[in-house]
């Protein structure tokens, strides 16, 4: 009876212990698998924003500077879109009156900014 009783507690210590382990392991695997996910993710809109960057120096250089402008208007609407208009941060305020203040002086972000409100 005593031997019975000890292996019962033995595999119930056993199933305890493998099943924190087995616990522990999957959650850092999923962890590190969303981080993994979220620096690919950054990686790619980083690139996106060199290359867009790239190419409105390309257009300063060549003295196309309302094409310059024109690209990087893109990027100043669809923030103010989604962040400006709802602001709630004294940070996203500013910004967004920043961005006002740009849009009542150049017509082709406040295009951009209209386009993007439609």
């Known amino acids: 009876m005593k031997a019975l009783i ?7 210590v056993g199933l305890a212990i493998g099943s ?14 969303a981080v993994k996910q979220m620096l690919e993710q950054m990686e790619s809109a980083d690139s996106e924003h060199a290359a867009e960057a790239v190419r409105a120096i390309e257009f300063i250089e060549s003295d196309e500077s309302s094409n310059a402008v024109r690209l990087l208007s893109r990027p100043i609407a669809n923030y103010y879109q989604w962040y400006a208009i709802h602001a709630g941060t004294d940070r996203e305020r500013e ?20 386009s993007k409100a439609q």
């Open 95 to 114: 910004l967004g009156a920043i961005i006002g203040r740009l849009s009542s002086t150049n017509h082709i972000v406040a295009d951009a900014i209209r």
């Open 6 to 12: 000890a292996s019962s507690v033995s595999l119930l």
């Open 20 to 33: 924190y382990t087995g616990y522990r392991y999957y959650e850092t695997h999923i962890t590190n698998e």
